[in-house]
């Protein structure tokens, strides 16, 4: 006679597996989950951008501005798309009133501040003095919610010839600029 080893629990799922605790906090308050977008980031097809980021803020619906003041400010953020499954959570940022709240608001330093974009080069910006991004579905506090809050940025993904772009580059021919005798005299 053959014993058979039989686990049951191998087909059970864990009612707080590891991949759900990013979203709740240490009270059992379910962390908002933001989906952050930037019209002029999605037309240009950014990819991730580089902000280096002196003050934080946030809009309601009537158009008032309330600072984040947990936030210290003088911090490179690098910040990717949601295809990337990367995300930023922050600590305690949601000392707001009740309300509905529409966009954030990044301050950024003149300087250290890029956007890459989906075919990977680089572009270093400036002349910006912030950059607002739009919460989808908003974003609605009633007062009993989590501190924290989870923001994913929805930007462009990266292009599949980008991931290509290096090995191509090696096997190209270098064209050597050669003058022309017709140009040269006169």
């Known amino acids: 006679m ?3 080893k039989v686990y049951p629990t191998i087909w059970q799922s864990i009612p707080f597996s590891l991949d759900m605790m990013d979203q709740w906090d240490d009270k059992g308050n379910r962390i908002e989950d933001l989906i952050l977008s930037n019209e002029t980031a999605l037309e240009k097809g950014v990819s ?5 980021v002196s003050k934080l803020s946030v809009f309601d619906d009537r158009g008032e501005e309330h600072f984040i ?12 798309g949601v295809h990337t499954g990367l995300f930023i959570k922050t600590r305690e940022v949601l000392e707001l009133e009740p309300g509905r709240y529409v966009s954030f608001r990044f301050y950024l330093k003149g ?49 599949l010839s980008s991931f290509f772009k290096s090995i ?4 190209k021919k270098r064209e050597s600029k050669k003058q022309r005798w017709a140009n040269s005299l006169g």
């Not at 680089?122 to 989870?150: A, C, H, M, R, T």
């Not at 191509?168 to 096997?171: D, G, K, L, P, Y």
Request: glycine share 6%; no cysteine.
């Open 2 to 4: 053959k014993h058979t």
């Open 48 to 52: 991730e951008m580089i902000l280096n």
């Open 69 to 80: 003041d947990k936030f210290k400010g003088n911090e490179a953020l690098n910040l990717k």
């Open 111 to 159: 300087r250290d501040n890029s956007f890459i974009y989906k075919d990977r080069s680089v572009q270093e910006i400036s002349g910006f003095f912030f950059l607002d991004f739009e919460i989808q579905n908003g974003l609605v506090l009633n007062g009993e919610e989590s501190k924290q809050v989870i923001l994913r940025f929805d930007f462009e993904p990266y292009s």
């Open 168 to 171: 191509i580059s090696r096997f």
